[in-house]
Protein backbone atom coordinates (compact mmCIF):
# COMPACT_ATOMS: atom_id res chain seq x y z
CA UNK A 1 0.00 0.00 0.00
CA UNK A 2 1.18 3.73 -0.82
CA UNK A 3 1.30 5.86 2.23
CA UNK A 4 3.22 8.48 0.66
CA UNK A 5 1.42 12.12 0.54
CA UNK A 6 2.31 14.63 -2.16
CA UNK A 7 2.61 18.24 -1.42
CA UNK A 8 0.33 20.19 -3.40
CA UNK A 9 1.40 24.01 -1.48
CA UNK A 10 3.12 24.78 0.66
CA UNK A 11 2.40 28.19 2.62
CA UNK A 12 5.18 29.71 5.48
CA UNK A 13 2.61 31.39 8.17
CA UNK A 14 5.34 32.12 10.95
CA UNK A 15 9.35 32.40 10.87
CA UNK A 16 10.95 32.98 14.46
CA UNK A 17 14.37 32.02 15.68
CA UNK A 18 14.10 28.76 16.97
CA UNK A 19 11.07 27.52 14.65
CA UNK A 20 9.33 28.53 11.17
CA UNK A 21 5.58 27.16 11.28
CA UNK A 22 4.47 25.99 7.73
CA UNK A 23 0.72 24.80 6.48
CA UNK A 24 1.36 22.08 3.60
CA UNK A 25 -1.85 20.89 1.38
CA UNK A 26 -1.11 17.52 0.83
CA UNK A 27 -2.45 14.75 -1.55
CA UNK A 28 -3.29 11.54 0.06
CA UNK A 29 -2.94 8.39 -1.14
CA UNK A 30 -7.09 7.79 -1.42
CA UNK A 31 -6.61 10.87 -3.47
CA UNK A 32 -8.47 13.33 -1.43
CA UNK A 33 -6.86 16.23 -0.09
CA UNK A 34 -6.09 17.61 3.25
CA UNK A 35 -3.81 20.49 5.48
CA UNK A 36 -0.50 19.27 7.52
CA UNK A 37 0.91 21.77 9.93
CA UNK A 38 4.77 21.53 10.01
CA UNK A 39 7.21 23.12 12.80
CA UNK A 40 10.28 23.40 10.94
CA UNK A 41 13.38 23.06 13.63
CA UNK A 42 17.05 23.40 12.82
CA UNK A 43 17.85 20.00 14.96
CA UNK A 44 19.46 20.31 18.67
CA UNK A 45 21.90 18.24 20.52
CA UNK A 46 21.57 16.59 24.31
CA UNK A 47 24.63 15.54 26.47
CA UNK A 48 25.04 12.69 28.99
CA UNK A 49 27.93 14.77 31.12
CA UNK A 50 29.46 11.39 33.07
CA UNK A 51 32.60 11.70 35.17
CA UNK A 52 33.99 9.01 36.77
CA UNK A 53 32.35 8.17 39.59
CA UNK A 54 29.53 7.87 37.42
CA UNK A 55 27.53 11.17 38.69
CA UNK A 56 25.31 12.54 35.99
CA UNK A 57 25.83 16.36 35.45
CA UNK A 58 21.91 18.00 34.42
CA UNK A 59 20.47 21.46 34.57
CA UNK A 60 17.79 22.77 36.00
CA UNK A 61 15.63 25.05 33.94
CA UNK A 62 11.90 27.18 33.67
CA UNK A 63 10.29 25.99 30.58
CA UNK A 64 7.78 28.58 29.79
CA UNK A 65 5.42 25.67 27.51
CA UNK A 66 4.66 23.84 30.72
CA UNK A 67 4.95 26.55 32.88
CA UNK A 68 8.06 24.79 35.37
CA UNK A 69 10.98 23.92 36.23
CA UNK A 70 12.61 20.69 34.50
CA UNK A 71 15.71 18.75 35.22
CA UNK A 72 17.22 17.75 32.30
CA UNK A 73 20.27 16.76 29.94
CA UNK A 74 22.29 19.93 29.02
CA UNK A 75 20.87 20.58 25.26
CA UNK A 76 21.19 22.96 22.89
CA UNK A 77 19.79 24.03 19.25
CA UNK A 78 22.00 23.53 16.45
CA UNK A 79 23.62 26.97 14.20
CA UNK A 80 23.13 27.22 11.17
CA UNK A 81 25.69 25.20 9.32
CA UNK A 82 26.67 23.71 12.41
CA UNK A 83 27.96 20.10 13.33
CA UNK A 84 26.07 18.49 16.07
CA UNK A 85 29.16 17.60 17.90
CA UNK A 86 30.60 21.36 18.15
CA UNK A 87 27.20 22.50 19.31
CA UNK A 88 27.48 19.86 22.01
CA UNK A 89 30.99 20.80 23.23
CA UNK A 90 29.77 24.73 23.13
CA UNK A 91 26.41 23.85 25.16
CA UNK A 92 28.22 21.92 27.71
CA UNK A 93 30.58 24.57 28.50
CA UNK A 94 27.27 27.28 28.00
CA UNK A 95 24.93 24.97 30.92
CA UNK A 96 27.84 23.14 32.79
CA UNK A 97 30.97 24.82 32.65
CA UNK A 98 32.65 21.60 32.15
CA UNK A 99 34.96 20.40 29.27
CA UNK A 100 34.88 16.88 28.27
CA UNK A 101 37.75 15.07 26.94
CA UNK A 102 35.90 12.60 25.69
CA UNK A 103 33.10 12.40 22.93
CA UNK A 104 30.84 9.50 21.67
CA UNK A 105 27.73 10.00 19.84
CA UNK A 106 24.83 7.34 20.80
CA UNK A 107 22.06 7.92 19.14
CA UNK A 108 19.71 10.29 17.09
CA UNK A 109 16.22 10.43 16.50
CA UNK A 110 13.40 13.06 15.32
CA UNK A 111 11.69 14.71 18.52
CA UNK A 112 8.13 14.69 17.52
CA UNK A 113 7.79 13.79 13.99
CA UNK A 114 3.81 14.07 13.90
CA UNK A 115 3.86 17.95 13.47
CA UNK A 116 7.75 18.64 13.79
CA UNK A 117 11.35 17.76 11.26
CA UNK A 118 13.59 18.09 14.73
CA UNK A 119 16.53 15.94 14.63
CA UNK A 120 18.12 15.61 17.69
CA UNK A 121 21.92 14.32 18.22
CA UNK A 122 22.63 12.54 21.35
CA UNK A 123 26.04 12.52 22.89
CA UNK A 124 27.75 11.40 25.92
CA UNK A 125 30.78 13.32 27.03
CA UNK A 126 33.24 11.83 29.37
CA UNK A 127 36.64 12.66 31.45
CA UNK A 128 35.26 16.10 32.42
CA UNK A 129 36.71 18.94 33.80
CA UNK A 130 36.00 22.23 35.12
CA UNK A 131 35.39 25.04 32.81
CA UNK A 132 33.34 28.06 32.78
CA UNK A 133 29.43 28.76 32.32
CA UNK A 134 28.58 30.89 29.70
CA UNK A 135 24.87 31.64 29.30
CA UNK A 136 22.69 32.67 26.71
CA UNK A 137 21.62 36.08 28.33
CA UNK A 138 18.07 34.91 28.12
CA UNK A 139 19.08 31.67 29.48
CA UNK A 140 18.79 30.63 32.91
CA UNK A 141 19.79 27.26 33.86
CA UNK A 142 21.63 25.84 37.36
CA UNK A 143 23.81 22.91 37.01
CA UNK A 144 22.66 19.98 39.57
CA UNK A 145 25.22 16.58 39.87
CA UNK A 146 23.67 13.03 40.88
CA UNK A 147 24.20 10.13 40.85
CA UNK A 148 23.05 7.99 37.51
CA UNK A 149 21.13 5.56 39.33
CA UNK A 150 19.10 8.81 41.23
CA UNK A 151 18.67 9.92 37.40
CA UNK A 152 17.45 7.16 36.91
CA UNK A 153 14.73 6.60 39.61
CA UNK A 154 13.48 10.41 38.85
CA UNK A 155 12.37 9.04 35.89
CA UNK A 156 9.95 7.15 37.35
CA UNK A 157 9.29 9.52 39.89
CA UNK A 158 8.01 11.63 37.48
CA UNK A 159 10.92 13.95 38.53
CA UNK A 160 12.44 13.97 34.55
CA UNK A 161 9.77 14.19 32.53
CA UNK A 162 11.53 15.36 28.97
CA UNK A 163 11.72 13.09 25.92
CA UNK A 164 15.04 13.67 25.37
CA UNK A 165 16.49 13.24 29.07
CA UNK A 166 14.61 9.92 29.17
CA UNK A 167 16.27 8.62 26.47
CA UNK A 168 19.63 9.54 27.00
CA UNK A 169 19.09 8.40 30.59
CA UNK A 170 17.49 5.34 29.72
CA UNK A 171 20.31 4.39 27.13
CA UNK A 172 23.20 5.20 29.30
CA UNK A 173 21.71 3.00 32.02
CA UNK A 174 21.12 -0.04 29.66
CA UNK A 175 24.69 1.26 27.85
CA UNK A 176 26.59 0.77 31.80
CA UNK A 177 24.89 -2.73 32.22
CA UNK A 178 22.83 -1.35 35.06
CA UNK A 179 19.51 -3.12 33.99
Known amino acids: ?22 VDTVELPNGKTSTREIVEHAGAVGILPLDDEEMLWLVRQYRKPLERVLL ?27 HAGQWERILG ?5 GFCDEYLHLYLARELSPGKMNLDQDEFVQPVKMPLEEAWQ ?4 GEIVDGKSIIA ?6 LLGKK
Open 109 to 113: YHSAP
Open 1 to 22: MNFEEKTIASEQIFSGRIVKLR
Open 154 to 157: AIFA
Open 169 to 174: IQYLYH
Open 72 to 98: EIPAGTLEPGENPQDCAIRELEEETGL
